[in-house]
């Protein structure tokens, strides 16, 4: 396997995730989690507040399902397509992106809806 | 201006460019860059190879205009979506992301066409 990516001093480098179109989240991988992510075709990363191998949807059923995956031209961020059980947010939106800012850094109201409960989900 | 987000530990917040649902590249942001692209419209970043403040197309034209943008629910990570004159990518494609990897991490054959020309714009 082939992961000789430009890595960060940590040993980490950024993975932004989309689904048609639309960015869900930005998380950080190692190449353990980038490993594991191609052998099973789900979403691993490396969770920079626990120090440990992140299963995404491991608590809540929310899985990410890898359809295509990109580098960019300096090697050093990776792009992933993925089909998205329910919602990627662990609020319970549908993207980590949901607030809208204006021009001076406030925010906007939010104008899409949860996708599910999350105190339902996370109990 | 309300900039407070959750910065590195260099000061920096990375910031993920899209274009109508296409991610187009990834570069960091600090304080003064983000200032700058909200006062002007325009992506401002910060160059870590130069160590200074780059504003996107400065040398190529091939500026990038903010018509809206979102924080993450984490408050570590920004999304703007822009309006892309010509090729986001300095190798001359529309987006740093053009090359595709299969499963074993090895590039597969780039689909899209490039937009310009590198050695006329970065002459």
């Not at 950080?28 to 980038?34: D, G, I, P, T, V």
């Not at 990363?45 to 399902?65: A, M, P």
Request: proline share 3%; charged share 25%; aromatic share 12%.
């Amino acid at each position: 396997m082939n992961l000789d990516f430009k890595y960060n001093s940590d040993g980490l480098i950024p993975a932004i995730v989309q689904q048609r179109g639309r960015v869900l989240m930005m998380a950080w991988m190692n190449r353990e989690s980038l490993r594991k992510t191609l052998e099973t075709g789900v979403m691993h990363y490396w969770s920079r507040s626990r120090q440990k191998l992140w299963l995404k949807g491991e608590t809540s059923g929310h899985t990410q399902k890898v359809s295509a995956w990109f580098v960019d031209c300096d090697k050093d961020a990776l792009l992933f397509e993925v089909e998205q059980e329910s919602g990627a947010c662990h609020t319970g939106y549908g993207s980590c992106f949901f607030q809208p800012l204006d021009r001076q850094g406030e925010p906007l109201k939010i104008t899409e809806e949860k996708l599910f409960d999350p105190e339902a989900v996370y109990k």
